[in-house]
């Protein structure tokens, strides 16, 4: 089963050079006509020495003229095979690796839950790279060594085909010798991936989390992380090349004991017969020809392999599911209307988070979520762009499902500024005006950093819009990547605004300014905002108290206060926690 599943997935593999199908044909034609070389040299010793025995200087004067010809000849084989199957094998890394980005690109949010970054980088980054090793290098070895091992056989069994069947006496048992390494390689083969998405991901999150790891003295437990997962990843390298060590010597053993049985079956006198000197020294060159291009065959089996684990990698991604996208109907601008019928919610995992929501939220209306960690509050608000699907129960934008509007229509309505602030390696005016706000002209860029009171703080940076962030923007604070996230949600103008602890990493008199912002521009939008600051909202026109996944409680700032409940409890122990802190 697993060579039948190996079998297809190279198959799959090989099947994307279809396109490329004249540079393949190409490559072929030069590597059967080095191929044509190889016997040709052989047939080369027995003309030189039947013209020495025949003393026939015509022939003689022949010779040198032929050895050109015949590396004339394998030199324009070896690059049209070389140059036209390496042009294939690029293209086809080039447009799996296109591929397998694009699909990063849109797969649901619980498949970056369940795969770490470390190891989706390693498919795109290592697994690629090791199907380049099949596709490329191991390709061509295989057409142009398979292509010498036809011409030199047909040779040998043209020559001699009685001798030459003495030959093939070792063929099952090396094609069961190479049957079993190559079950062994591949299966190493996926345990080295495994083990390099392991290394990649500590690298990533020691990277990532560096301030951490220095502020708590990690050091020497991220170090010993790392040896543990680089020792299994060099345990199961060497058992790779183990394998691959002992597999060709053992090739090429039998295919010496093949050669000596031929040997001495060909000077036996009833076998030789009337063979001449040249004939006899010909076939023996041409069967020790053998022994070079069965053991690249032999090496080339571990690259296969090896290349075959990684497309099955690779392939296992890109068949995975994408985010459901079956709705056809396109808004270009909707009121904000929302309600929830019943919205029950459990992640992959099978925890449940959400029950029986039922809220209606008209448009241009501000509501505030409120309750403890854990009580549902942003799995809520991500439900709205799609990022993830509905268990039980129905949203309705505008009075219509979710799921009828297609997944780029429905995100065009919807602005997000979170808690956790993604920034890009590139210039606060890319940041801003990101995707397909890039079309903003710098004027409205401009002014939704006023907005945000952003733009003070980037006209004192050193090349002002034109500056770069840093990898997560580390070059700016948190106060100030917060604002940048803002000025980005401000030019997207999307008519409902999910802002998630959007004032969190502010400080108290920059969250002065940002609030007077945030008040002016949830004027006519639908605005969800989450905040554990109960002093921030207020003034919602609706405040939601979520316990345990489940609505509590709902009302103004003042009813909810009169009711005495969860969030008048809320209100008041962070009220005394506020009047402890130092003034």
Same mark, same amino acid.
């Given at each position: 089963?697993?060579?039948?599943?190996?079998?297809?997935?190279?198959?799959?593999?090989?099947?994307?050079?279809?396109?490329?199908?004249?540079?393949?044909?190409?490559?072929?034609?030069?590597?059967?006509?080095?191929?044509?070389?190889?016997?040709?040299?052989?047939?080369?010793?027995?003309?030189?020495?039947?013209?020495?025995?025949?003393?026939?200087?015509?022939?003689?004067?022949?010779?040198?003229?032929?050895?050109?010809?015949?590396?004339?000849?394998?030199?324009?084989?070896?690059?049209?095979?070389?140059?036209?199957?390496?042009?294939?094998?690029?293209?086809?890394?080039?447009?799996?690796?296109?591929?397998?980005?694009?699909?990063?690109?849109?797969?649901?949010?619980?498949?970056?839950?369940?795969?770490?970054?470390?190891?989706?980088?390693?498919?795109?980054?290592?697994?690629?790279?090791?199907?380049?090793?099949?596709?490329?290098?191991?390709?061509?070895?295989?057409?142009?060594?398979?292509?010498?091992?036809?011409?030199?056989?047909?040779?040998?069994?043209?020559?001699?085909?009685?001798?030459?069947?003495?030959?093939?006496?070792?063929?099952?048992?090396?094609?069961?010798?190479?049957?079993?390494?190559?079950?062994?390689?591949?299966?190493?083969?996926?345990?080295?991936?495994?083990?390099?998405?392991?290394?990649?991901?500590?690298?990533?999150?020691?990277?990532?989390?560096?301030?951490?790891?220095?502020?708590?003295?990690?050091?020497?437990?991220?170090?010993?992380?790392?040896?543990?997962?680089?020792?299994?990843?060099?345990?199961?390298?060497?058992?790779?090349?183990?394998?691959?060590?002992?597999?060709?010597?053992?090739?090429?053993?039998?295919?010496?004991?093949?050669?000596?049985?031929?040997?001495?079956?060909?000077?036996?006198?009833?076998?030789?017969?009337?063979?001449?000197?040249?004939?006899?020294?010909?076939?023996?060159?041409?069967?020790?020809?053998?022994?070079?291009?069965?053991?690249?065959?032999?090496?080339?089996?571990?690259?296969?392999?090896?290349?075959?684990?990684?497309?099955?990698?690779?392939?296992?991604?890109?068949?995975?599911?994408?985010?459901?996208?079956?709705?056809?109907?396109?808004?270009?601008?909707?009121?904000?209307?929302?309600?929830?019928?019943?919205?029950?919610?459990?992640?992959?995992?099978?925890?449940?988070?959400?029950?029986?929501?039922?809220?209606?939220?008209?448009?241009?209306?501000?509501?505030?979520?409120?309750?403890?960690?854990?009580?549902?509050?942003?799995?809520?608000?991500?439900?709205?762009?799609?990022?993830?699907?509905?268990?039980?129960?129905?949203?309705?934008?505008?009075?219509?499902?979710?799921?009828?509007?297609?997944?780029?229509?429905?995100?065009?309505?919807?602005?997000?500024?979170?808690?956790?602030?993604?920034?890009?390696?590139?210039?606060?005016?890319?940041?801003? @005006?990101?995707?397909? %706000?890039? =079309?903003? *002209?710098?004027?409205?860029?401009? /002014? !939704?950093?006023?907005?945000?009171?952003? +733009?003070?703080?980037?006209?004192?940076?050193?090349?002002?819009?034109?500056?770069?962030?840093?990898?997560?923007?580390?070059?700016?604070?948190?106060?100030?990547?917060?604002?940048?996230?803002?000025?980005?949600?401000?030019?997207?103008?999307?008519?409902?605004?999910?802002?998630?602890? @959007?004032?969190?990493? %502010?400080? =108290?008199? *920059?969250?002065?300014?940002?609030? /007077? !912002?945030?008040?002016?521009?949830?004027? +006519?939008?639908?605005?969800?905002?989450?905040?554990?600051?109960?002093?921030?909202?207020?003034?919602?026109?609706?405040?939601?108290?979520?316990?345990?996944?489940?609505?509590?409680?709902?009302?103004?700032?003042?009813?909810?206060?009169?009711?005495?409940?969860?969030?008048?409890?809320?209100?008041?122990?962070?009220?005394?926690?506020?009047?402890?802190?130092?003034?």
């Amino acid at each position: 089963m697993a060579d039948k599943t190996g079998w297809l997935a190279y198959k799959r593999l090989l099947g994307y050079s279809k396109a490329y199908w004249g540079a393949f044909a190409l490559g072929v034609l030069g590597f059967i006509l080095n191929a044509q070389t190889e016997w040709a040299g052989a047939q080369l010793i027995k003309f030189v020495i039947d013209a020495i025995q025949n003393k026939s200087q015509a022939d003689k004067n022949l010779f040198p003229l032929f050895v050109i010809g015949i590396f004339f000849l394998r030199g324009v084989g070896t690059f049209m095979g070389s140059y036209y199957l390496s042009l294939v094998a690029r293209n086809v890394v080039y447009q799996l690796r296109k591929e397998l980005f694009a699909k990063l690109l849109v797969l649901p949010n619980q498949y970056y839950h369940l795969h770490s970054a470390g190891h989706l980088s390693a498919k795109l980054i290592y697994d690629v790279e090791q199907v380049t090793e099949a596709a490329s290098e191991a390709l061509k070895t295989l057409v142009r060594e398979g292509f010498v091992v036809i011409g030199l056989l047909g040779y040998l069994f043209y020559t001699n085909w009685r001798l030459s069947i003495s030959l093939l006496i070792i063929g099952p048992i090396a094609a069961g010798l190479v049957r079993k390494a190559s079950k062994r390689f591949r299966m190493l083969s996926h345990k080295i991936q495994h083990t390099m998405g392991d290394v990649n991901h500590i690298v990533n999150e020691t990277i990532n989390g560096f301030a951490v790891v220095k502020s708590y003295g990690g050091q020497a437990f991220e170090q010993q992380r790392f040896e543990q997962a680089s020792r299994e990843n060099l345990k199961q390298s060497m058992k790779m090349v183990v394998t691959a060590s002992l597999n060709t010597p053992i090739i090429q053993f039998l295919m010496a004991v093949a050669m000596g049985f031929v040997i001495w079956l060909a000077l036996q006198p009833h076998i030789l017969g009337d063979v001449s000197a040249g004939e006899f020294v010909a076939y023996i060159t041409a069967a020790g020809l053998l022994s070079k291009p069965v053991r690249s065959l032999t090496d080339v089996n571990s690259k296969i392999q090896k290349g075959i684990a990684a497309a099955q990698s690779v392939f296992e991604l890109l068949d995975s599911p994408v985010e459901p996208d079956h709705g056809q109907y396109q808004a270009s601008r909707v009121r904000g209307d929302l309600e929830f019928k019943q919205v029950s919610f459990s992640y992959p995992t099978g925890e449940r988070v959400l029950h029986d929501i039922n809220l209606t939220i008209p448009a241009g209306k501000t509501v505030a979520l409120v309750g403890r960690s854990g009580s549902g509050k942003s799995t809520l608000v991500s439900l709205l762009p799609r990022f993830y699907e509905l268990n039980e129960g129905q949203i309705l934008l505008d009075g219509q499902p979710l799921s009828d509007y297609t997944l780029a229509s429905l995100r065009e309505q919807v602005a997000n500024v979170s808690q956790k602030v993604v920034l890009f390696d590139n210039t606060i005016l890319h940041n801003i @005006a990101y995707g397909s %706000l890039a =079309n903003k *002209s710098f004027a409205e860029v401009e /002014a !939704a950093a006023k907005a945000a009171y952003a +733009h003070e703080f980037i006209e004192k940076l050193p090349e002002g819009y034109q500056t770069r962030v840093g990898q997560d923007g580390t070059q700016l604070s948190g106060g100030q990547r917060q604002r940048l996230a803002i000025a980005r949600a401000l030019l997207k103008d999307a008519p409902i605004l999910i802002l998630d602890e @959007a004032t969190s990493a %502010l400080d =108290n008199e *920059s969250e002065f300014y940002i609030q /007077a !912002a945030l008040e002016t521009i949830m004027q +006519h939008r639908t605005t969800l905002v989450i905040a554990h600051r109960l002093s921030t909202i207020e003034k919602a026109d609706l405040i939601v108290v979520l316990e345990a996944g489940r609505i509590v409680e709902q009302g103004t700032h003042a009813e909810l206060l009169a009711k005495a409940g969860l969030y008048a409890q809320l209100h008041s122990r962070q009220f005394a926690e506020d009047e402890d802190l130092p003034s």
